[in-house]
């Protein structure tokens, strides 16, 4: 049986957050530990969000409220300010909008500064502009805007031979913004495929105990199994194992990773708290090898890895990533000490787009928490519209569209976008992101969200790029807390 990790929280948080916003967000059970004792006051206050009513834009059964964190919180002070007129930086459509420029600099010259900007489409945001800023500041319009989306504007001033830069990316009507990707008809018999192979390939589990990571309270060891190869022969996955000492039985979390290529030490605050957690490593390589190693192979063998064979679906460098992350979903679920009720997954930005794909094709995964997820709507600057990371077929100044000739890769991202995993989503998730983002940006994330059925949460701190924040961190910590079952006074 899935459980449901929104309704309790929703019955305690959203009476004391109703007074400000009349909104929730998900749960923290750790609410009442002495750490976040010291911020929960000032946090309650901070989580506001301006009216978010219109009708059409919540008429989806798939639609959910939006969350908004406080402008600026987790951002360092910047005197090149852009300040939209609505406090959520979000608005229907047919709707203009104006950001106020301001220039906090002192003695401040008579003639203004000259201020260039960029104002368009997220990614897309076209020729620079020039204007000059006063003292008291001047407004830049967003012309109302027809269709679901995002307009960014990227500003910038020369002061002292130094450049100050400063963002601000407004939402219309992001609840209605549809994916380009298409939806190939064999795209469950494809996957079921692949599972078949891999099931095929014994795992040859290997533990290898860590001391030097282990503590009183959890075991941990490194583990290496067996796992699908895109040429020739099989190849392996790597991971961090921690494991809370005693008879159990526990839930389980798979942490999977961003992109990258990095070392991993495992997922041990929350093992200590009474979870089996898994962290894994997706390119084939041992996890705690010396750090020359991973930068080595990032910048040389392993750079660009995303496009690797991109041209074909079978040997796509992501057939073997989503295979093996499924491979360490079952060795959680086939642990002794699993407790058979609570399976978690959770990452960001690559692991945001990992945890979607595993909890869409293995059902026994009961929660997801996934920030900012790569590889939505891949398919968008194909579209003329904004696609996800890596960023494929996007035109570059002259027009020409990286990833010539894209026919035969445009076909292979069908299968692998984010977003046609959300479509088959029945887990219940919490999902974290920022406007400001250029990596994952909003218009793909949005596309790939609104595709979601399931039970979803949405937290959004709206100037944030490519990053979480001290208060998200939280958040996430407290739903995979509560998705499974661990109470508060175990998470103390």
């Known amino acids: 049986m899935i459980s449901d990790p929104s309704p309790p929280f929703k019955r ?18 750790i609410h009442q530990r002495a750490s976040v004792n010291k911020i929960l006051p000032l946090l309650l206050i901070l989580i506001v969000s301006a009216p978010f009513s219109h009708a059409k834009e919540n008429a989806s059964a798939a639609a959910a409220p939006l969350r908004f964190l406080p402008v600026g919180a987790a951002l360092p002070e910047n005197p090149l300010t852009l300040v939209p007129d609505r406090n959520d930086w979000t608005y229907p459509l047919n709707t203009p909008a104006t950001m106020r420029v301001r220039l906090a600099r002192s003695p401040y010259p008579a003639e203004g500064f ?40 990227i500003a910038r001033v020369e002061i002292d031979g130094k450049s100050l830069i400063s963002s601000a990316t407004l939402g219309f009507a992001p609840q209605q913004i549809a994916a380009s990707q298409r939806d190939p008809a064999d795209f469950d018999a494809f996957w079921d495929q692949q599972r078949a192979a891999l099931d095929k390939i014994a795992p040859a589990w290997e533990l ?43 839930p389980a979390l798979l942490s999977v990773p961003g992109a990258g290529v990095r070392p991993y030490n495992g997922a041990l605050t ?10 894994v490593g997706i390119h084939g390589i041992p996890v705690n090898l010396p750090p020359a190693v991973y930068e080595d192979l990032g910048r040389g063998g392993l750079a660009d890895y995303s496009r690797f064979r991109i041209d074909d679906r079978n040997h796509y460098y992501f057939r073997r990533v989503y295979l093996g ?21 959770t990452g960001g930005s690559q692991g945001g787009q990992l945890s979607i794909m595993t909890a869409a094709l293995d059902k026994r995964v009961t929660a997801l928490a996934a920030s900012y ?37 445009l076909i292979t991202t069908a299968y692998y976008d984010t977003a046609n995993f959300a479509r088959r989503l029945r887990t219940p998730g ?20 609104n595709l979601i059925t399931a039970r979803k949460e949405l937290v959004l701190a709206t100037d944030q790029g490519h990053e979480t924040s001290g208060v998200q961190d939280m958040l996430i910590e407290a ?12 998470s103390n």
């Open 208 to 250: 290898t105990p860590a001391p030097e990571l282990s503590s009183a309270a959890i075991e941990v060891s490194y583990l290496r199994f067996q796992n699908v190869g895109n040429y020739a022969g099989p190849s392996h996955f790597y991971g961090v194992l921690a494991v809370p000492r005693g008879a159990g039985p526990f």
């Open 479 to 490: 739903f995979i807390l509560h998705a499974a079952g661990i109470s508060s006074t175990k």
């Open 325 to 345: 992350v499924l491979r360490a979903a079952d060795f959680l679920a086939r642990h002794q000490k699993w407790d058979r009720r609570h399976l978690i997954v």
């Open 373 to 409: 997820p790569a590889y939505s709507d891949v398919s968008g600057y194909a579209a003329g519209g904004t696609g996800g990371w890596p960023h494929l077929f996007k035109p570059g100044a002259n027009g020409t569209r990286s990833d010539e000739p894209i026919e035969a890769k």
């Open 430 to 449: 919490f999902y974290t992101w920022g406007y400001n983002d250029t990596v994952t940006p909003p218009t793909s994330t949005f596309a790939a969200y």
């Open 114 to 153: 000259k201020l260039r900007y960029r104002l368009g489409p997220d990614m897309r945001e076209g020729p620079e502009r020039e204007m000059i800023v006063p003292e008291q500041g001047a407004d830049i319009a967003v012309p109302a805007q027809a269709h679901a989306g995002f307009v960014r504007c």
């Open 270 to 279: 929350l093992a200590a708290k009474g979870m089996i957690t898994l962290q």
């Open 12 to 29: 305690k948080w959203g009476t004391m957050l109703g007074h400000y916003s009349g909104r929730s967000v998900l749960p923290p059970p």
